[in-house]
Each structure stands twice: as structure tokens, then as C-alpha cells.
């Protein structure tokens, strides 16, 4: 049988596919979050903000509203709407550990502001969740 296609030369490679990774296209969402919030009026406090040890929690951004209520933001991407989305990729194990993280914030002021835990959701375009949930 004869190969009528060309032929790559002995030891060529195919050419690297542009490939994203999972905290890259994190790291994109989080800034796309990011730029929504502060259009909005918000000022950012912190980013990736993580308690000591292991166990502990995660917030992806914690911002200040113009009222001074602090926010505690999680960001969650999607590239398509299998298993409910973005939105339906946090349960309460998910929120148990922000709200862990959010306590943990909090011990460092000097007397605790209101706060909310919003959820901003980055798919085909990015939608604020105000009030997501509540700590427990």
C-alpha cells in the first residue's frame, strides 16, 4: 500500500497546540470579575485571600461597597452549561469553606462591618450574584 499524503520528517513534532490551563483561564475569569465589580463602584481589599493551614478556605476577592459593606466574592467559570453551570458549582461544602475564610478575614478589624457573600459568574458574559448566600 502507498501513503500518497506528505510525511513529516524523521523527529519533526506536531505543532504545540494553544492550550489553557485550569488557572489561567481562573486567573482571566477573576479579572473579568474584577473589572465588573470596580465599573461598579467597588474597591478591591484583597485577592485570593487564603486562612493559614490546610483545610481552611479561599475567597477570590474581597471588596469594599461604597457604603463600606465588605463583599466576599466568589468567581466561578464555565465553558458551557453541562451540570448546571457556573452557578450550580457551589455547594455548601463550597460555601462552608468561604464563609470559614470570611470569619477568619474579619478577626483581623477591629470591629466587623456588614458584609455579604456575592457570586460572580463568568460564562458567555459575567452576572453578579448579589447576596448568593448567607453565613450559617
Known sequence: MKFLGKRKPAGALAPAAATVTTRERGNAAEDAALAHLEAAGLHLLARNYRTPGRGGG?????????????????????????????????????????????????LRLASPPPCRF???????????????????
Open 58 to 106: 479561599e475567597i477570590d476577592l474581597v471588596m469594599r461597597e461604597r457604603d463600606g459593606t465588605v463583599v466576599f466574592v466568589e468567581v466561578r467559570s464555565r465553558s458551557g452549561a453541562a451540570f448546571g453551570g457556573a452557578g450550580a458549582s457551589i455547594g455548601a461544602i463550597k460555601q462552608q469553606r468561604i464563609i470559614f475564610a470570611a470569619r477568619h478575614y474579619l
Open 118 to 136: 456575592d457570586v460572580v459568574l463568568v460564562e458567555a458574559s459575567v452576572q453578579w450574584l448579589k447576596a448568593a448566600f448567607d453565613a450559617q
